[in-house]
């Protein structure tokens, strides 16, 4: 038998990632049911407890390690691994680099003679197309990008977290700090608080849907309510008739209020469990040296809490900058109107799913994987560096 030329031929076979992740889960695999049938032999020859203890580690981290290498590492490298591609779902993929990640950040700029002359005069339209102008020290100016709709939707990205995370964070914290008292009913108020964050997210979005409706929506019913009331003090109000999930000046807005309505009440029941671990005899010793009640919330609640903060910052940010499933239900269709409500991972499940480049949507991911990991480790420097100083 040709056992060197057999193995040469199975090698030769490992042309994808997917072939040679199925041969490393398989050894995996294997090397488990070595150490499940060595333990016995081992006890039997009498080897020292250290090398027991280890091969027992090792069988018990095997099936979670096992797991993580084949649902998590794997499809994460073969991400990387594409994104340096122009995979499809037509043709094998060809190394191409880094051009994906050089289409993504091609950006260029030119000054304006005019505010309003043409963009094809300042800039090829070939390859350009036309971000934004703005105007600097009286002269005016124009970007330009090759893929506009990535800028988009960071541009969406970025405003929905500015928006979404402090007012899913500021009022948890304060209605944490109203839960965290002795009155009646408080407990009925915590589960009512935290059942938005454990319902499915579809359901939400269709009632919010329909509580959007410009026509028949409970919202402009309440608006028309307050202006008619208004009127009857003879003011001269009109209804605005907001098209929330149509007009690109409210759809993001739109989709704010849904997702701080859904995440405010979990961030609720974590500022509520930090502040139950803060020791009462702080609060007691303040009173007595005559603090009052926004002194006691400033010195003592906002510092003790400052890593029940970073957490919930940092996971609402996240959650933010991942946001999907409400625009993809939500909006009719997905991204509008106008790109208005396009975000990265739409963006990139639009490259992958539905344009089926699937090497430029990876870059994409990892372009966003790296903000986030960035924006986190900024966060966790500052907790540090306050920490520190505390």
Known sequence: INTVGGLLAIVSR?????????????????????????????????????????????????????????????????????????????????????DNYATIFNIGGAALDAPDQRFNEVMDVSIYSELSRFSLFGNGYVIGVEDKLVWLALRNTILFVLMAVPLSVIPALLLANLLNTNLPGMKIYRAVYFIPSIAAVVGIALIWQLLFNAAIGYINYGILSVVNFLNSFGLELVDPQIRWLSDSRTALLSLVIVVVWQTMGFNTVLFLAGLQNIPRDLYEAATVDGAGRWAQFWKITLPLLAPTTFFVVTTTTIQAMQLFDQV???????????????????????QGFQRFSQGYASAVAWVLFILIFGITLLQFQRQRASAYEG
């Open 14 to 98: 490992l042309n994808t990632v997917t072939s040679l992740g199925l041969v490393v889960g398989t050894a995996l695999f294997g090397l488990m049911i070595w150490a499940m049938w060595r333990q016995p032999s081992a006890e039997a020859m009498g080897a020292n407890n250290a090398h027991t203890e280890i091969l027992n580690g090792w069988l018990f981290l095997s099936p979670n390690l096992l797991g993580f290498l084949i649902f998590f590492a794997g499809p994460l490298l073969f991400s990387l691994y594409i994104s340096f591609t122009d995979s499809d779902a037509f043709q094998s993929p060809n190394w191409i680099g880094l």
């Open 328 to 350: 993809f239900i939500l909006i009719n269709p997905p991204a509008g109107p106008n790109n208005s409500t396009l975000t990265l991972v739409l963006y990139l499940y639009q």
